[in-house]
């Protein structure tokens, strides 16, 4: 396509979305706004129509960003803002929409793009359950048009604030461990939901143990057909990782440089600050740094190409892993530079030390959560180099007969 | 020459683990670790008088047990590895080895039997406002007035300051960097901290005018903090080894116990190779400790190096062994509940306590002349 006929194709998308805009807005944010725009095909216009979208490329749907910005109108485009700031369009959206039935993507996809499934919270993970995240024991049996779910979930991130989950249960005891595994989408907000708070090791409760007990979800949420489930996670898990490795932590955003330059400018002030900026050790240490988040930002641009032109990419599955190596890099250096004042740790008396150590603290989320780096090597040997399996004690074995972890244990 | 324990060495290790197994568990860290003074006085009394611990290397004339670095170096491997929350270090290891290295005959006297029989809890008011852990980072000023000494001058993160009522302070004079003791009084105030490492409190300690007793000759004053600061880093890495046993010896049981795929996470090679290379650090941590102990009780010629040396090797191999363990723990490696946390934040805490590794590595390199 030439260059002219771009801009005519754009000034058509920009010309319908005004006068969309003309009809629709009212200069009212509110549920019903937001429904009428995910309606629209508005909310993510790259997705396609029967998901809800409008088959956008990307500049279309950011010449209808333009507009809608212009007209002061929120909510659209919502999927080219990235995985942190609308992470539930890709975890939810990704499973509905590659394995969804047409009614589901009907009945669903509006409802998510217009922000109506509220907070979300993750319940993959048992206690007896982690890396083996197929091994999961909590079930889901059908009575009727709903399934009754019983069983424990640990490290819920949110679920004290959840109002929706992506629920993973078993509902196969008969078949081996993959295979008995099912997708819902499950609401909360009801009896038989037990949240009970975890704290941290950052003196914190953001996690959760989640008690299921005769719990209900329909069976119309149920997405992708009963023990189909690990297929359908794979989606999500795929997106919270490539999400992972997305999260730069430099601090370029903020400046008119380009990355190259100021990627790295949050250790190069706490260097300065420390008057350690001539010291060569903590010079080598910085730009090795630096060249461990420019890679992964231009690693990750590949992969967006890859995406764009093959529907699937490799490198996309390498973003997690350096990035636990640049968190606690970043983090353990940005201390060391704190000296003495990194020994506090006391939000009112100190928040540039307190955020530090909190950092230092953090990086284990994604060095552990989302699957652990060793996990993601076992993934990245397997699915990206093709190297052979390790052992697998388990493997067509029905789960019922399968050596469990103990998944008793609760931390309450 | 340096050489594995004796007999005698190995019993009281026993006697010391065994004591600490019994005062110090994870709940008494825990249930410690919240309080405000942060130790508990009755523990600290059966410490010296059951035990003897705060006089091991005091000499018997002062009322101590007359055993050396080696015996003491025990006493806080042993220390360490259970996390024990007592101003011990503080005390024992920065207080009593000024005063003793200040080679002040009278302080040793009026001092060090308070020390041996836990009545003294003492601190070194140290680093000053730079943070810099060597004479040059001395910033309180003492100043004569008539026949005594006044102090001014602020320590911004001295281990138990909050508790301590004798201060072992540095600080300068016409004379350069001298030592003086401060007994906690009028023009003495000391803040708590809210701290990452809770199983040891720091404090903001302020000297205002305070009175000041010289301790040893003033133009001395430079070259004992060098060494008393080199023999606190022996006895800190001595701490860190012990630690870091402990945190290795939790990730081993866990690789043991926890089942994953069908098989406990131990069969997994990924998991092996981790733990033989903590392993490595661990071993080699003790080992780097236990040099610098015997050169701090045999060869003072190696000190210098041998304690750069070991508080370099020590601070990494802790800070490995404790990232470590909470990774090869997973989710619940991120939990408060499980002590893993525990040992990172003292890893943390002590990587910094007495100059980074960083530091201690260049220092090194000086003192072997490189
Ligand atoms: C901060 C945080 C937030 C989280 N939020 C959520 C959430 O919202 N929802 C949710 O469902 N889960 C959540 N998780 C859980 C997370 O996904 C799990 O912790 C993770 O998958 C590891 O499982 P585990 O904790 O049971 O560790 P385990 O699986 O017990 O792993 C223990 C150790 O064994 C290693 N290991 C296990 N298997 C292998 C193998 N085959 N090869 C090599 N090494 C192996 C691991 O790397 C690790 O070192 C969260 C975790 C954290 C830390």
Redesign the pocket.
Known sequence: MSTVAVESDLDAVRAEAQDWLAQNWHGVDDPAWNRRVAEAGYAAPTWPAEDSGRGYSRAQARAVAAVFDAAGAPGAARELRGFHEYPWLELMGGPIRAYGTPEQKRELLPRLLAGEFGVG?????EPG?????AGLQTRAECDGDEYVVNGQ?V????GHLADTALLMARTDWDVPKHAGLSFFIFPMRQPGVEVRPIR?MTGDAE?NEVFLTDARVPAANLIGGPGNGWKVLQIALGAERRGMGEMAMGTAKTSTRPSLYALSDDLVEAARAAGRSDDPVVRQEIMRIHAWRLTNEWNNARALEEFRTNGASSLASLGKLANSRILHGAAALRYRLLGNRALQYDEAADDEAYRIDYDLMFA??NS????????QR?IISERVLGLPK?FEPDKGVPFRDVLKADATRSLG | MFSALTEEQREFRELVRGFLAEKSTEADVRRLMATEQGYDPQLWRQMAEEVGLQGIAIAEEHGGQGFGWIELGIVLEEMGRVLLCAPYFSTVVLAASAIAESGDAEAAAARLPGIADGSTIATLAFPGENGRWDAEGVTARATREGGSWRISGTAPSTIDGHVASLFVVPARTDEGVSLFLVDRGDGVASTSLQTLDQTRRLAVVTFDGAAAEPLGEPSAGAATLERVLDLAAVGLAAEQAGAARAAFDMSVAYLKE?V??GQP?GA?Q??KHMAADVLIEVESASSASSYALWAAAESRDQLPAAASLAAAFCTDALVTACHQNI??????G?TWEVPAHLYFKRARADEILLGDADFHRERLAQRIGV
């Open positions: 919270c993750l319940l993959y993970s359950a982690g890396s083996d995240l979930k490290w819920t991130t949110g941290q996690f284990f989320i552990i959560g989302g699957g652990s780096d060793q996990i076992n390790g | 926890r994953q795929f996470i997994f990924a998991l990774q090869f723990h997973g989710g619940m991120f």
